[in-house]
């Protein structure tokens, strides 16, 4: 499978950005999916998950109720729309999908979990 993110730009603080994770290769409905994002000199942390038949999902304390993770089975994409985004929110973001044995009700926000990514889009918030 190969994921391709999209989206990223450059926007002042309280704007939104919708990214979207396109799959090749495999079908996304089949795996949870995670989005995490990398500050410079910083580890990579999970912003939000969606188990595989997307009956959960999971948001880290700094984006609940900012950021919502979807997606578009027809499309085999998924989507991490982000609201009042705040400089902090500045990062590379990258999509994955987690790796086998997973259970199909519950995602995983760590990226050891994670096996095949994308290589990222930028994300930077600032005025």
């Known amino acids: 499978a190969q994921l391709v993110e999209s989206g990223g730009d450059l926007v002042q603080p309280g704007n939104s950005l919708r990214l979207s994770c396109a799959a090749s290769?495999?079908?996304?409905?089949?795996?949870?999916i995670g989005w995490f994002r990398q500050a410079s000199g910083q580890e990579r942390e999970g912003v939000a998950c969606?188990?595989?038949?997307?009956?959960?999902?999971d948001y880290a304390d700094s984006v609940k109720g900012r950021f919502t993770i979807s997606r578009d089975n027809e499309k085999n994409t998924v989507y991490l729309q982000m609201n009042d985004l705040k400089p902090e929110d500045t990062g590379v973001y990258y999509c994955?999908?987690?790796?086998?044995?997973?259970?199909?009700?519950?995602?995983?926000?760590?990226?050891?979990?994670?096996?095949?990514w994308g290589q990222g889009t930028q994300v930077t918030v600032s005025s």
């Open positions: 290769g495999s079908t996304l409905t089949n795996y949870p």
């Open positions: 969606m188990s595989a038949f997307a009956s959960t999902t």
């Open positions: 994955a999908t987690e790796r086998p044995p997973f259970r199909p009700h519950e995602c995983s926000r760590l990226p050891f979990r994670y096996y095949t």
